[in-house]
């Protein structure tokens, strides 16, 4: 018996070490891992394989007692293939005004560093890109 919850809990663990930690800065956050919902978090546990993540932007921007802008954006998609379990980070260039949000909403764009990666930029599309891309490939597929 004692063999056997040995055994299970080295399976437990190794499981559970078999997914890639995502970490978002504050105002990003993580809305759907392929289609499915998540909570709103800005650190995720993912495993080995293709992704499709959806984020959103959030933030506050206060420029006195009486000037509060809150700037969201729309879903924006980033295409993941994760091949090894280890901690990523994602950054993006400094967004400390209202301007510098929009600005990333409207090109957004990712760094991305761990064990494995150091600064490799990913462009996230929005739902109309990620559309389009779906359907180039579906016709590429349709034509072979």
């Known amino acids: 018996m004692k063999k056997f919850i040995a055994i299970t809990l080295l399976s437990a663990v190794s499981s559970m070490s078999m997914a890639a930690t995502i970490s978002l800065p504050d105002y990003l956050v993580f809305t759907s891992i392929d289609g499915q919902p ?3 978090s800005s650190t995720i546990d993912i495993n080995q394989g293709q ?3 959806e984020l959103r932007f959030f933030e506050v921007f206060t420029a006195g007692a009486d000037d509060t802008n809150f700037v969201k954006s729309d879903s924006l998609y980033w295409s993941l293939n994760l091949t090894n379990d280890e901690d990523i980070q994602v950054s993006t260039k400094d967004i400390l005004s209202t301007k510098n949000a929009k600005s ?3 090109s957004p764009v990712i760094t991305l560093n761990s064990a494995s990666m150091s600064n490799e930029t990913v462009t996230l599309v929005n739902h ?5 891309i779906i359907m180039k490939q579906h ?3 349709m034509s072979h």
């Open 104 to 106: 990333f909403i409207s």
């Open 51 to 53: 992704h499709l993540v």
């Open 139 to 141: 016709r590429k597929m």
């Open 128 to 132: 109309e890109e990620l559309m389009a």
């Open 38 to 40: 998540t909570e709103r």
